[in-house]
């Protein structure tokens, strides 16, 4: 607390000299407290008060005065002004330190007037005052009276917020550790008996070593800052915020008497509370009424206002302006954002060793918190989502959801999502939820199949092969008998199950080229066919795509797997998409950028890291093929903005209950996802049949996508894409001398392996119609 003001040597002379008076003069005093404790009626022998003042020399004399409980402030830059702004704060003690000079003159004078009129003069106690208190005592009564100085009421603040710290085992139940704060509280503040005579006694010996310690407004200050103002509202500056809409640098006469009497029983004097007088209950605006113009009455006497501002304070209502603080994800604009980052905090060893090691921290460490959110992209998923994705279905559980990440670094820029935000349980299918669907278990969600999305780490693994994107093997609709999978076992089809492509369109012959441009199942299991699928796994864990539900790498062990059965995340699937933008170098999604303590000294953060994942040659290569998804014919064609900025992406389906639209640049990776978030045993639950404002819930991904990375290539504008390598781009293998094309019926008679390779040229891809209804539903990826 030293250094917080600047020294007032002369009264801290006085106090330090009045605290030595005091400390002679109350072991007197103490033998009167001690014996009136043990025989209050029988008279004080001259050996009591003389074991007393000993006893009272020896008591402990120095406080430790630990850091007071602060909010944690989470921050966002605005990119307009360069300056963080706070989105919320949580905390279980709403307080905001001041300084002495942010504290309006009117209140020290209220404050000093009311509570202790010879602050400046005293030593730490008041003398007159603990005499007078101490004889009323004597006299019979058996409560300890009165007596306390500023000096001693900041010691009591001081260890009644210690008591939210003397739960060293953060690992026992809540009950108990409530049962242990509210034992250290009741200790802290008994007045009862003989234990709240030696409360007092001690309370008393602080007092007077604080006083010797640090300067009169250094005490004074310190007391400000900690005081509580009833409810979860503690220090001047937060009530004066809440109660009035001002900062105390600004609070007037009327105001600060009103605050000032607050102290004395801040849960009793309260006017943001109903007036509910008639019912029973406390009329608190009429007590708080009557405690401020006590205040007023003493101001007048210590001459600290005219007779004039006493009467007309006195005539004038209280006139609260209650404004409540933003705290919790729930009133911000972007609560799903906000969820994240507090699941972070709560989750992640940076912020404590044990969950409630980090709940403290988040609670009451004052942290500050600077996130990675750019609201310019934010307000634009936001409005993209309200705009196209409804916030509940009827008939099942929906959602959706948009993310954006920065593939140089990153960052998420953006988490929008379509449900209203709460964390109060909710009816099912009632689009209420705190869930974050962009993330994972540690985010209260499972994942959701990946469909055809899933298929670059196939592609991937294809070129690490050495296989040309331009190699043409039968991609026709057949029986692929066997996968080999050399980490989590092989695959035999023993049912000889025949997966079908999106639309039961027939399969053919044709290069990966056209396989991704189309998105061609079959064309991707007979690539895959020729596989390790142990590859394809390794591809997606180094580029941080897991099982969402439990972090453990994707299962690829048959032919669904490779079309994306997996559930894996929104996050985490930007994320490797964003690596192949980033030549192969895959950085870790983070959400926090920085975080300080309340002092602005840096702290851990989350450990996130940046690798060479895929070489950069291959990436280029895959990025190349994933071009033609956005090009004429490709999948998502009726997806690209044409805004000029070479764009990469892939589509994915599954099963009519999951899609999603991956888009990326060189400089911002966008994923959005809609689909069926709950249990269910229907198989006939499909997107294609429920329509929104015209357009069903499977399409929506189209413009969604459209209008997000339009805005996302104006913040950001990307550059050319590499380009690929060219030994990987070898036209190799040919066509049957029949056709390209085969049919459903031709299946059988040309389900041969490969052709060897030859250097006759793949043709174009045959064009496919912009996504419409099907008339069925798919079934597997798209």
């Known amino acids: 607390m030293r250094g917080a003001l600047e020294w007032d040597g002369k009264r801290h002379l006085g106090g330090v000299l009045g605290g030595l008076v005091g400390l002679v003069a109350l072991s007197g005093i103490a033998g009167l407290l001690i014996t009136a404790a043990v025989t209050p009626t029988v008279a004080i022998t001259s050996m009591a008060a003389a074991g007393a003042i000993d006893g009272f020399d020896n008591l402990p004399s120095e ?24 989105i919320t704060r949580f905390y279980d003690q709403n307080r905001v330190p001041v300084k002495w000079t942010q504290i309006a003159p009117v209140m020290y004078d209220a404050i000093i007037s009311s509570e202790d009129p010879r602050f400046y003069d005293e030593g730490g106690i008041d003398l007159v005052g603990t005499t007078r208190a101490v004889l009323s005592n004597v006299q019979g009564r058996s409560t300890v009276q009165g007596g306390s100085t ?19 085992d953060q690992s026992l139940p809540q009950d108990e550790k409530d049962a242990a704060i509210q034992a250290c509280y009741n200790e802290a503040t008994n007045t009862d008996g003989p234990a709240g005579y030696a409360r007092k006694l001690q309370e008393m010996r602080y007092a007077i070593a604080l006083s010797q310690k640090y300067s009169k407004d250094e005490v004074l200050l310190g007391y400000l800052n900690i005081a509580n103002f ?18 105390a640098a600004a609070l007037n006469l009327s105001q600060a008497a009103t605050l000032a009497g607050m102290v004395q029983n801040p849960n009793t004097y309260r006017i943001d509370l109903p007036n509910n007088a008639a019912n029973g209950t406390a009329n608190h605006f009429a007590l708080t009424k009557q405690r401020q113009e006590y205040v007023l009455g003493r101001m007048r006497d210590a001459g600290k206002i005219t007779a004039a501002q006493y009467s007309d304070a006195m005539k004038a209502p209280i006139t609260p302006k209650i404004t409540a603080p933003k705290t919790g994800c729930a009133k911000t604009t972007v609560p799903y954002f906000c969820e994240y980052v507090i699941s972070i905090v709560q989750s992640d060893p940076a912020f404590g ?42 008939s099942y559980g929906y959602g ?59 592609l991937l693994a294809w070129l690490q092969a050495g296989h040309s994107l331009n190699e043409v093997i039968n991609g026709n609709l057949r029986v692929i008998p066997h996968i080999t999978n050399s980490c989590q076992g092989d695959w035999t089809n023993q049912d000889n ?22 998105s061609l199942n079959s064309g991707y299991l007979a690539m895959a066919s020729q596989l390790d699928l142990c590859t394809v796994m390794k591809n997606a864990t180094k580029l941080g795509v ?56 840096d702290l851990p953060v989350p450990k996130r890291t940046c690798t060479q994942a895929i070489d950069p040659g291959i990436a280029a290569t895959a990025a190349y093929a994933l071009q033609g998804v956005l090009r004429p014919g490709g999948t998502a064609a009726v997806a690209n903005p044409y805004d000029g900025t070479p764009l ?13 639209l991956i888009t990326s640049s060189t400089a911002m990776t966008s994923v959005v996802w809609s689909g069926i978030t709950d249990n269910h045993a229907d198989p006939d639950l499909d997107l294609y049949k429920a329509y929104y404002r015209g357009i069903d819930l499977a399409e929506i991904r189209y413009p969604m996508s459209e209008r997000i990375q339009r805005a996302a290539d104006e913040y950001y504008p990307g550059g050319p894409l590499p380009q690929p390598e060219a030994r990987l781009m070898i036209y190799t293998g040919h066509y049957p001398s029949y056709s390209h094309h085969t049919t459903k019926s031709d299946k059988k008679k040309h389900s041969s392996p490969a052709p060897t390779a030859t250097a006759s040229p793949a043709p174009p891809p045959p064009t496919r119609p912009s996504p419409t209804p099907p008339s069925k539903p798919p079934r597997k990826g798209h």
Request: proline share 6%; aromatic share 10%.
């Open 63 to 86: 406080l430790q005065i630990n850091a007071l409980q602060l909010p944690t402030t989470i921050y966002a830059k605005n990119p307009s002004t360069g300056k963080q702004e706070p």
């Open 150 to 168: 500023i000096s001693q009421q900041y010691v009591k603040n001081v260890l009644v917020q210690d008591c939210y710290g003397s739960v060293d």
């Open 230 to 247: 009833g409810g979860v509202t503690y220090g001047i500056e937060a009530a004066s915020e809440y109660y009035f809409g001002v900062h």
């Open 353 to 394: 060793k044990t969950a409630p090691d980090r709940e403290h921290a988040l609670r009451q460490g004052g942290l500050k918190v600077y996130t990675t959110l750019d609201p310019r992209l934010q307000k634009v998923a936001q409005a993209t989502v309200a705009k196209y994705a409804p916030s509940r279905w009827p």
């Open 400 to 458: 959706s959801t948009i993310v954006n990440i920065q593939p140089s670094t990153g960052n998420i820029l953006s988490i929008a999502q379509n449900t209203h935000f709460t964390t109060t349980p909710s009816a099912r299918y009632s689009g209420l939820t705190s869930i974050v669907y962009a993330g994972d278990h540690v985010q209260g969600t499972s994942g959701f199949e990946a469909g055809s999305s899933f298929k670059l780490f196939t």
């Open 497 to 518: 199950t025949i997966i079908q492509n999106f639309r039961h369109e027939p399969g053919y012959y044709g290069t990966p080229m056209q396989f991704t441009a189309q």
């Open 546 to 601: 897991t099982r969402a539900k439990d972090d453990k790498p994707v299962q690829m062990t048959d032919l669904f797997s490779v079309l994306g059965s997996n559930s894996v995340s929104p996050i985490a699937m930007a994320g490797a998409y964003a690596a192949i933008a980033n030549h192969g170098k895959f950085c870790q999604p983070r959400v926090i950028a920085r975080v300080t303590d309340a002092a602005g000294h």
């Open 648 to 660: 990469f992406g892939k589509t994915g389906t599954h099963n009519g209950e999951q899609t999603w």
